[in-house]
């Protein structure tokens, strides 16, 4: 080593190279050194001589499960796998078709479970981002006869005073026409949710930019000037591309212009997929009710949030001592019980799970169907392959080492398919997400969830798809395959293999079919169902200010019975009425017990008298309510004929008391 450079010299005893063999290696260096500097010159020669160096890293060296450092064979196995990646490049070069059908099978099955599971994820995994539900009960008004899951909000005040053991918040979800800026041509109907001061943090709502609604929002707002809202991170996203600086801009919404004061983080949609949240004081200028009208008079959802060690008797009991205050119907004492399953829209842990079995069979189906697309075509190419892997295996390859390179080709058709199969997905989710006309408050863009079930399962397609190939490069018989021979074993079990891939593909086709053709009778029958009305010739108009417990003012009167009016004397138009909720545009509900069984829930509606004649809905006894009925605000409703069998059996429903308050 004398006649090399001091840095080449200590970089050699550093080199990962066996003493045994350290000697022989320097006198190579050193011979080659002297010679290049004799022949090209000094740069040259120290040029190569680094080169050379640094190729003792790299070189290929054998190495033993048992001997040397950890470090070196992890190294070692990485050099390995770079090698078979730089192999497997060169072999779909030159077969461009195997690396074509592969690759378009993969995709699709990949591309189809990733959307499957976006979807799912939006459903039913990520939720709307409550925190802790179990500690954040509906607070539900009882009384002897009934449970109601609305309160009124002078009552909510009341609750929220006489509270020391938990928080206790309101909502109240509405839909209001908005524009983001003044060069928006229509406003667009958006679906909002006003709450107290202490709903974020009563949810677990954080923001992504600015701050959450606080309890100073909810003050005065008429003398604190325009109401502060926070915006969604999809509304964000779709409607104000992002936008940075909108912090302190206004927006219309209803006839108000709102600060944004925050945007949500990604994911919170508390409850139902709201886009919007203001102050429960902002109602009426949201809709345009003067003062002191400033919130609404009924419809409010009223929840909690216990505090630590509380439990939930406890925080009943105190609840149910405050409401023991408040006036109940005809004189009846008013109760609270919490219910974790009320108040803000959450789906049950048992729909859950029965939506996530489903897409996950659907999804195991088709991958296991691509699976075994792709390992008909691989195992074709390792029956010409094993001439290769018999010289592999004459070399000294062991037959874990033949197995790892068909595996790790394997695997990068499965990372090249899993990049073609995202974009797939990226494309087919907002399209699904149209045709099954999701919600405007649910993200269904893929998150961190969606790219860890991508990485997963492309894992396991692509190690499921390379071992039955590698079940046939394993180098068992070396001398037919070096004579270009096959032995009768690798003639005949390549041939049962494919002939189990083949009936297990047209197994799993036959049962995809089937379940296509369930669902597409079943659709096809859901929209022949009989309403009990033809809606073909029923037209649905809305102002944009509607919901429960709006405050209709002289304005909206006056408007209604102008259009009213007007839309009576088109030609073609047979009858014109007014309804709070049209069919198939939401409900409002109410949980009751008493005499039907607990916890059904009832849907209500308040409709003009001739809503019923202008739907062409029948009435199987009794009457419809009159216009002096409505005018009076009349106790009388009509009951389906389901909610007639619940309660009343085979006694008839007429002159029979509802058991349920309806706010």
Not at 188 to 198: I, R
Request: aromatic fraction near 6%.
């Amino acid at each position: 080593m004398r006649g090399l450079p001091l840095l080449a010299r200590w970089l050699l005893r550093l080199a990962p190279v066996a003493d045994e063999s350290r000697e022989g290696v320097q006198a190579d260096l050193h011979e080659l050194f002297v010679q290049r500097r004799r022949d090209r010159g000094a740069v040259h020669a120290q040029w190569r001589l680094y080169h050379d160096l640094a190729s003792l890293w790299f070189q290929p060296r054998p190495h033993s499960l048992h001997g040397g450092s950890g470090a070196r064979a992890g190294f070692a196995l990485l050099r390995d796998t770079g090698t078979d990646l730089r192999y497997a490049v060169r072999l779909f070069a030159r077969q461009p078709g195997i690396l074509m059908l592969t690759t378009v099978g993969l995709s699709l099955g990949l591309g189809i479970s990733t959307a499957a599971f976006s979807i799912m994820n939006a459903a039913a995994l990520r939720g709307e981002g409550l925190m802790d539900s179990d500690h954040a009960p509906g607070v539900l008004r009882t009384t002897d006869r009934s449970v109601s899951t609305v309160w009124k909000y002078e009552d909510f005040l009341k609750l929220r005073e006489g509270s020391t053991r938990m928080k206790v918040e309101a909502v109240l979800t509405e839909s209001a026409a908005t524009r983001t800026s003044v060069d928006d041509a229509a406003a667009k109907s958006v679906e909002v949710a006003f709450v107290s001061g202490g709903f974020f943090p009563a949810t677990g709502g954080r923001v992504s930019l600015g701050r959450p609604l606080e309890a100073a929002d909810e003050q005065d707002i008429y003398r604190a000037g325009s109401p502060a809202v926070v915006i969604s991170f999809t509304f964000w996203t779709a409607k104000l591309d992002r936008d940075p600086t909108i912090i302190g801009r206004t927006i219309q919404i209803g006839r108000t212009a709102a600060v944004v004061v925050g945007v949500a983080e990604r994911g919170f949609s508390v409850p139902n997929n709201r886009l919007l949240w203001m102050p429960l004081t902002a109602y009426g200028a949201v809709y345009g009710a003067a003062p002191p009208a400033r919130a609404p008079e009924n419809g409010i959802q009223v929840f909690a949030r216990l505090l630590p060690d509380v439990a939930v008797p406890e925080a009943e009991a105190q609840l149910s001592g405050v409401a023991a205050a408040l006036p109940g119907a005809a004189g009846e004492a008013v109760r609270v019980r919490l219910d974790p399953h009320a108040g803000l829209g959450r789906v049950s842990s048992s729909e859950t799970l029965a939506v996530a079995v489903f897409v996950f069979a659907v999804i195991g189906l088709v991958l296991l169907l691509a699976c075994a697309n792709v390992a008909t075509v691989l195992i074709s190419t390792a029956i010409t392959r094993e001439r290769e892997m018999a010289v592999r295996a004459a070399l000294g390859a062991s037959r874990w080492r033949i197995v790892r390179q068909l595996v790790t080709e394997s695997l990068a058709l499965g990372a090249v398919a899993a990049g073609i199969g995202l974009l797939l997905a990226y494309w087919a989710v907002p399209t699904i997400g149209t045709m099954i006309e999701a919600p405007a408050g649910v993200d269904l863009s893929p998150d961190f969830r969606v790219y860890m079930f991508l990485g997963i399962v492309t894992l396991i397609t692509g190690v499921g798809a390379g071992l039955a190939p590698a079940r046939y490069g394993r180098g068992a018989d070396l001398v037919s395959p070096l004579k270009g021979e096959g032995s009768r074993d690798d003639r005949i079990a390549p041939r049962r293999m494919r002939s189990l891939l083949v009936i297990t593909q047209a197994a799993i086709s036959v049962l995809l079919i089937v379940m296509a053709a369930l669902f597409v009778r079943a659709t096809l029958r859901g929209a022949a169902i009989d309403v009990g009305y033809d809606s073909t010739s029923l037209y649905a108009v809305s102002s944009g200010n509607h919901g429960a417990g709006q405050d209709v003012g002289a304005a909206t009167r006056t408007l209604w019975t102008r259009a009213i009016s007007e839309l009576q004397a088109v030609p073609g138009i047979a009858s014109v009425t007014l309804v709070e909720l049209t069919p198939f545009d939401g409900f409002t509900r109410s949980s009751i017990s008493g005499q039907g069984p607990t916890g059904v829930v009832i849907h209500f509606n308040r409709a003009r008298a001739n809503y019923f004649e202008t739907i062409g809905l029948r009435v199987l006894a009794g009457r419809t309510f009159t216009r002096d009925e409505v005018a009076a605000n009349a106790p009388v409703a009509l009951v389906s004929q389901s909610v007639a069998r619940t309660y009343w059996h085979d006694r008839s429903p007429l002159g029979q008391l509802l058991p349920v308050e309806i706010p």
